[in-house]
């Protein structure tokens, strides 16, 4: 049965952004109706049920580095915090060698030296390019036309320190850095404060999953959350904006998309959009991820003074992390599957891809990790509401149609992936939703809309 | 009223591939449906009536450089070819500069030799790509993680040669090289046999208009071609391959999808494709080209002993060709506008745009051009069932997804874009068709499919 609804705002997308979006204009005392296309909330935040009242985290999971919004709306829907990180020695294994070590840095000097340098150098790139028009850096079409992964490869000068960028700057994109944009991801490490400070964005997590703070916010919300009810097309050809979806259209006097950018292109406009954002919707490359995790009676690791944290660039599971809940029971490890040279193993059976991530946790904490208790995986690339993890930029997309990001189209505003800070984080899922629901509120009130704050301070 | 039919094989696209796909089918005796989304054949080949019998292309048009299977196919249906270029001088414009000159470099020493020198470092890089598996290139991974774009900055010593070379690089695919793969241009040059080979792709051009070829190949197939009935899903659960179209639902042994890449990607298949080609298809870029064409009374700049060919980098209108019909009489100008910075041209409203054009057109052949008989243009970036011009790959697909370029999916056959030969140019889709058709006729007969037969010669 299909409904008709009315309401001020009509938002596409019950993740963290599109619920953001939605509590500020209710907040503002303004009707909001949101979409939703899965039967859940939280978009790439959902959490795994581990029995006894522990869950685990199967999408975004880690905050930390600054980032304001997230940890005062955890505050504000009671969501707690605990430590991201567990105690101990890593681990670093190379050209077959495994090494234990302490520092922030991988133990051999010379590939320490290598990283220092290549990140200092990446560290002058990124004060030229501004998070909010990185179009307009210095050399921006030079800089747009090289991808992360071809500037890694030219900057390293050790097969390790080669490596191990690879690794870092990929997990930030869900990408081989090879896809990426050079001026892109440039511009998302400066949205970020700096690649450094991205090493401090797994400070924390959240107490009962991430996703507790996008159901918590739904709740808030009640029945203006439609759930199970993909939207199909967004008519702004009359005086409102039409919003038509699976269970229900809504006419309502504006409306935010906050749904990933390669999904929000496969919904139907009328009238058509403008050809530059058509074009910037398609340079959009998707992450493709795997999200593997091994669950353990306990974390034997820890007992062996060991973290849990590994980095095995050009192992199948290229890292690992001790993903625990808090209280340390069930033991979890975690780590993420990218496709590199004909996605191999994305495409390996499951069980073949079990055994190998199950091998490098062996590798890495020692032969009890070969027989976890549970072994659960989500990729994200299949996940047909997602459409992958993070989103990014292809080379030569941000100097030609970035200015698009954030241009709202008529009376349809953009909520996801296209903020200036922390982009592609929880945190900037809900900057850019609270960014939208700004210029909405601002068109309501007959003003013309403020420019977005900026809060981030850069070194 | 949905019509249900059986036949041997379903083909999916109407186009040069599909036809040429359909045409080996029934040769070989078996049946065939093509169901195609437009009212009309031919794809990304379309001809504009101009009266008088006279038509002009607006879509692919020109064959040459040892294309054999076109120029057999054309003899085959009656099509007759006439000389691609015509007779005269050729004008340069760089920096407000305006020269003309004879042969084929243009007329500055140090910018013919930049231009040679850059040249023959591409055919070194070429030789190094194989067209049937550029990802077995050596130091495949490190090509693909480059932007043809950052390799001409990087080659070029001169600003004209740069601007060139950016141009003739781009034509071939109808997009700016800063978002092209350079494993992939250097594929595609090899498929035509090297990048220099592409200055003989102008050869000749078909009598009465390209679109001919694909209007006779489905005056033979007869009312097996359904047109205005664009493919929603293929199932290949059953038994069968069910290819269900907006007006016929195709009950097939085989199918062959022969539509752009892009297009392909948004049918929807059950079972899901395997992911590396849900991959591929999202790392395909496609080219945002509108092909402006001025027509006059005659080719009056033939009188004043010029040939109509122009290079102006930077301009707005950056080359101008001949187009005139075989005759000449009326005379056409032509060209091809690519956004860059923004996609300001692509956005100026079409009265700005042609005001734009025609004065490009007159710094290149005299104050005439400014008063055309008549005016046309094709975007093709918004044709619905076009996708853009040509596509091609974006960096770091080919290494990860290229195998996936011409693997079926079951008894699902892709036909368009994938070829080893010419990719990307009519040549290329007729012999992506015949390819597809010739796997499908392998396994109809229960032989496995033959390897494609690769007939470039390269020098």
New interface residues.
């Given amino acids: 049965m299909h409904e008709a609804r009315e309401a001020d705002v009509a938002v596409v997308g019950a993740g963290l952004a599109g619920l953001a979006a939605a509590r500020a204009v209710v907040a503002a005392g303004h009707s909001v109706v949101v979409c939703e296309a899965r039967d859940r909330v939280g978009g790439r935040t959902l959490d795994h049920d581990l029995g006894g009242g522990q869950v685990v985290e199967a999408g975004g999971q880690w905050i930390g580095g600054g980032q304001e919004r997230i940890y005062e709306l955890a505050a504000e829907l009671g969501v707690e915090t605990f430590p991201g990180r567990s105690e101990g020695a890593k681990v670093f294994v190379f050209d077959g060698k495994r090494r234990t070590y302490d520092g922030e840095l991988p133990p051999s000097r010379r590939v320490a030296a290598d990283l220092v340098q290549a990140m200092l150098r990446l560290r002058r790139l990124e004060k030229r390019v501004p998070a909010e028009a990185p179009?307009e850096a210095r050399d921006a079409?030079?800089l747009?036309?090289?991808?992360l992964?071809?500037w890694v490869?030219r900057t390293t000068k050790t097969r390790a320190g080669r490596a191990l960028l690879t690794l870092f700057t990929g997990i930030q994109h869900g990408?081989?850095?090879?896809?990426?944009s050079l001026l892109y991801a440039l511009s998302f490490f400066s949205s970020g404060g700096g690649f450094a400070r991205y090493a401090e964005a797994d400070q924390h997590r959240l107490v009962g999953g991430s996703q507790a703070l996008s159901r918590r916010l739904a709740d808030r919300l009640g029945d203006a959350v439609v759930l199970g009810s993909p939207v199909r097309r967004i008519d702004q050809s009359g005086a409102e904006v039409v919003v038509e979806s699976e269970l229900v259209t809504v006419r309502a006097r504006r409306a935010i998309v906050a749904a990933p950018p390669?999904l929000s292109g496969?919904i139907e406009y009328r009238p058509?959009l403008?050809?530059?954002r058509?074009?910037l919707l398609?340079?959009v490359?998707?992450g493709?991820v795997i999200k593997a995790q091994a669950v353990y009676d306990e974390p034997f690791w820890r007992a062996e003074g060991l973290s849990g944290t590994a980095l095995g660039p050009g192992l199948a599971a290229p890292f690992a992390f001790d993903n625990s809940p808090p209280g340390g029971s069930p033991g979890v490890l975690l780590t993420f599957l990218h496709?590199?040279?004909?996605?191999a193993l994305?495409?390996l059976r499951p069980a073949e891809r079990r055994e190998a991530v199950l091998e490098c946790f062996a590798t890495y904490v020692g032969p009890k990790a070969r027989q976890p208790a549970g072994y659960l995986e989500l990729?994200w690339?299949?996940e047909r509401w997602s459409a992958g993890c993070v989103q990014y930029l292809?080379?030569?997309?941000l100097?030609?149609?970035g200015?698009a990001l954030r241009e709202p189209c008529g009376r349809v505003h953009w909520g996801s992936e296209n903020g200036t800070v922390w982009v592609a984080s929880m945190e900037g899922a809900i900057r850019a939703g609270e960014r939208a629901a700004g210029e909405v509120l601002a068109a309501l009130a007959g003003a013309a809309p403020a420019k977005e704050r900026v809060t981030v301070t850069t070194s």
């Fill in positions: 179009w079409e030079r747009d036309a090289q991808t992964g071809a490869d990408a081989d850095p090879a896809n990426v390669i496969s058509e403008p050809s530059l058509r074009q398609r340079a490359g998707y493709v496709p590199r040279r004909g996605a994305a495409d990729d690339s299949a292809t080379p030569g997309a100097t030609r149609y200015p």
